[in-house]
């Protein structure tokens, strides 16, 4: 099982920074991909950015040059600097840890992080 805690949500004006702060713990086999979801209320969850433990990192068409991912995979810890921030990034962020053998992965999630862009 694995324990994912995030941090770093709040309050923020347009064109704002914040940086979310997950860390992974418990029992886990080998966390591949870490990454950050984000949700608002009647639509799905869609990524925000992943970032495996060695190859490419992916972002949303929609934060690219605005959102950095970075992680620490000896302390199992992802960050999301979000600059330039817009009304329309206000939902609720999760952390996503993909652990297992390529290809079978199981999904754990963080319970989740409110952001709020507003002026």
């Known amino acids: 099982q694995v324990q994912l805690v995030e941090s770093g949500g709040g309050l923020v004006q347009p064109g704002g920074s914040l940086r979310l702060s997950c860390v992974a713990s418990?029992?886990?086999?080998?966390?591949?991909?870490m990454g950050w979801y984000r949700q608002t209320p009647g639509k799905q969850r869609e990524l925000v950015a992943s970032?495996?433990?060695?190859?490419?990192?992916i972002y949303a068409d929609s934060v690219k040059g605005r959102f950095t991912i970075s992680r620490d995979n000896r302390k199992n810890q992802v960050w999301l600097q979000m600059n330039s921030l817009k009304p329309e990034d206000t939902a609720a962020y999760y952390c996503?840890?993909?652990?297992?053998?390529?290809?079978?992965?199981?999904?754990?999630w963080g319970q989740g992080t409110q952001v709020t862009v507003s002026s």
């Open positions: 970032i495996p433990r060695d190859g490419l990192i």
């Open positions: 418990g029992s886990f086999f080998n966390i591949n991909i």
């Open positions: 996503n840890a993909k652990d297992g053998p390529l290809g079978n992965y199981v999904d754990y």
